[in-house]
C-alpha cells in the first residue's frame, strides 16, 4: 500500500488508523441524523465503524485499489495531522473508463467553514493527478443545496436529475448528478 497523505491550506487527507480515536471520529460522524440525512445508510454504531475502518484498510491494502476512503483532520502547527482527530471523511470510488465517483461527509461542527471545497478540491487533485482519471462524478441529493454549490463552485456540471435514486427508511429521494472532467480542472489542461 502506497498511503494517501494530501494537504491543502487547512486540512490533510490521509489514511485511517484503526485506534479508538479515529474510530470515535468515524462514529460521531455517521451516528449523527443530521449528518447521515443525505448519505445511503441509518446512523451507525460504534461497533460498524470500527468494521468500516477494517474495511477501509483492507481495501487500501488492495493489489489494484478501487477505493479510498480517507479520513480528513484540520493541519495546525501544534499537532501532527497523521495522528490529529478526523473531523471529516473523504472518498473516491474507480469505476470503468478512468472515471471514479467523489465523496466527502463533515461534522456538523464545521459546516459552513468551506471545509467541503478543500476536501473536494483534494480529492480533484488526487483524481486528476496521480491516479490519471478522465472523469469524476458525484451524486447529491436534491435537497443538499450546500453540496451543489460546493461542486458548481469547483466546475462540476449538472449531468441530470435521478428519479427515485435512494430508498432510505421506506422513502424514495431523488439525485442530481454532477461531473467534471480532466481537462476541465486546473493543473490538467483545465
Known amino acids: 500500500m502506497v498511503p494517501v497523505r494530501l494537504t491543502g491550506p487547512r486540512l490533510a487527507i490521509r489514511e485511517y488508523h484503526h485506534t479508538p480515536g479515529d474510530v470515535d471520529a468515524l462514529h460521531a460522524l455517521f451516528s449523527d441524523p443530521e449528518v447521515t440525512r443525505y448519505l445511503p445508510f441509518e446512523p451507525r454504531d460504534r461497533e460498524t465503524c470500527a468494521d468500516q475502518i477494517a474495511l477501509y484498510l483492507e481495501e487500501a491494502m488492495a493489489d489494484e485499489r478501487d477505493t479510498y476512503r480517507l479520513a480528513v483532520t484540520r493541519l495546525t502547527d501544534a499537532d501532527d495531522s497523521a495522528d490529529a482527530t478526523p473531523i471529516a471523511h473523504a472518498s473516491l470510488t474507480l469505476g470503468k473508463y ?52 460546493v461542486l458548481t463552485k469547483l466546475g462540476f456540471q449538472l449531468e441530470g436529475h435521478v428519479r427515485h435514486d435512494l430508498l432510505k427508511g421506506g422513502v424514495w429521494s431523488d439525485s442530481y448528478l454532477y461531473s467534471l472532467l480532466a481537462d476541465e480542472w486546473p493543473g490538467t489542461g483545465g
Open 98 to 149: 478512468q472515471s471514479a465517483y467523489l465523496g466527502y461527509v463533515l461534522g456538523r461542527d464545521v459546516w459552513g467553514l468551506g471545509y467541503a471545497g478543500e476536501i473536494a478540491g483534494l480529492l480533484c487533485d488526487l483524481a486528476f493527478g496521480h491516479l490519471g482519471l478522465h472523469r469524476l462524478a458525484a451524486r447529491v441529493d436534491v435537497d443538499n443545496v450546500a453540496s451543489a454549490k
